[in-house]
């Protein structure tokens, strides 16, 4: 389909590994963000990228999580030495243009659940 | 930093009943305001926007919202809600002129229709 799409949709892993999720967000459109959705809350802000670039990454909670675009398309979300508080969802959103009309196009989210 | 409060965590309706979804937002300057709906086993979609104008702004699916400046609400509102309205519920805001492109979300509300 022409939507966000995330991979993978479920990912189990056990406290301390490395963990990555993947975003392909809707062809052309240069804003791409990455929230995080615990149970019972609203989604929380991550990171944004516009292209290639990090505009604003103020919402990464510690060191261990980083994110890349490379080719200002696909992204990566990293999370290093996962611990158990890392489980919630995540989810990837892509916006079409840079003044930003403010519709989010989301995806279905990755679930993470560390062990 | 802005914030959004939605006081209702979940509400239940009979189809045919009126609906009001409040929220609250806080930020020091203008804002462009947002509701989003997800709804069971699907993806975050746009509900409505507001940017500026008429405060009184409609949505899909028969909904609509209006912005209380003065009160720093935006509270959704449905004249007759049914069973397919059942869903959770999000409001969000950012700041409408800066850097930031980021949405702040609400904790949500889960709203469950009795058919």
């Known amino acids: 389909g022409a939507g966000v799409s995330q991979t993978p949709s479920n990912k189990v892993t056990e406290k301390g590994k490395y963990v990555e999720l993947r975003c392909d967000p809707i062809?052309?459109?240069?804003?791409l963000y990455w929230y995080r959705q615990s149970l019972g809350q609203g989604p929380e802000f991550l990171i944004y990228?516009?292209?290639?670039?990090?505009?604003?990454d103020s919402g990464l909670p510690n060191d261990r999580f980083f994110a890349v675009r490379p080719e200002g398309s696909v992204s990566t979300l990293k999370i290093q030495r996962t611990e158990r508080g890392d489980s919630a969802v995540y989810l990837c959103?892509?916006?079409?243009?840079?003044?930003?009309?403010?519709?989010?196009?989301f995806g279905e989210g990755s679930r993470l659940t560390v062990l | 930093a802005q914030s959004v409060s939605q006081h209702n965590h979940h509400v239940i309706l009979s189809e045919a009943a009126s609906l009001e979804l409040g929220c609250n937002y806080s930020?020091?300057?203008?804002?462009?305001l947002f509701w989003y709906v997800q709804y069971p086993g699907q993806h975050l979609q746009l509900l409505l926007k507001?940017?500026?104008?008429?405060?009184l702004v409609k949505g899909i699916k028969g909904f609509e919202a209006e912005f209380i400046k003065s009160k720093f609400s935006f509270n959704l509102r449905k004249p007759s809600v049914q069973w397919s309205d059942t869903a959770e519920y999000f409001c969000?805001?950012?700041?409408?002129?800066?850097?930031?492109?980021?949405?702040?979300f609400g904790s949500g509300t889960q709203l469950t229709v009795l058919p």
């Open positions: 959103a892509s916006s079409p243009d840079r003044a930003g009309t403010g519709e989010l196009f």
């Open positions: 990228f516009q292209g290639t670039g990090a505009a604003d």
């Open positions: 930020y020091g300057g203008t804002v462009n």
């Open positions: 062809s052309g459109h240069t804003a």
């Open positions: 969000a805001v950012r700041p409408s002129s800066g850097s930031a492109r980021q949405l702040t």
């Open positions: 507001y940017f500026s104008g008429d405060p």
